[in-house]
């Protein structure tokens, strides 16, 4: 069955940088555009960013564009996401998510995601 596995996270300091992971299996890969979603504690679902199959083209929420990187390896089955100025905002549960096949943003099954906190 689908499986995404979310790594990587843990406490950094504001303005520092952090890489979170997703190694996923269970399907092609390669044949899925993949996104990150984060949720903040209290508060609802938010879309970071989104990758095409291949990878050449990404797209990212207004407020983490800049800082954000979104990038993936086809051939270990892993998405990832680097994190750079990070900011107590973005502090927050981050899933993992495939979209369905030949579908960009129709999000069909997440992981069970990894925590992010941003504090001094």
Request: aromatic share 10%.
């Amino acid at each position: 069955q689908v499986q995404l596995v979310e790594s990587g996270g843990g406490l950094v300091q504001p303005g520092g940088s952090l890489r979170v992971s997703c190694a996923a299996s269970g399907f092609t890969f390669s044949s899925h555009h993949m996104n990150w979603v984060r949720q903040a504690p209290g508060k609802g679902l938010e879309w970071v960013a989104g990758i095409n199959t291949p990878g050449s083209t990404t797209a990212y929420a207004g407020s983490v564009v800049g800082r954000f990187t979104i990038s993936r390896d086809n051939n270990e089955n892993t998405l990832y996401l680097q994190m750079s100025s990070l900011k107590p905002e973005d502090t927050a549960l981050y899933y993992c998510v495939r979209a369905l096949s030949g579908q960009r943003y129709v999000m069909d099954s997440w992981g069970k995601g990894t925590l992010v906190t941003v504090s001094s």
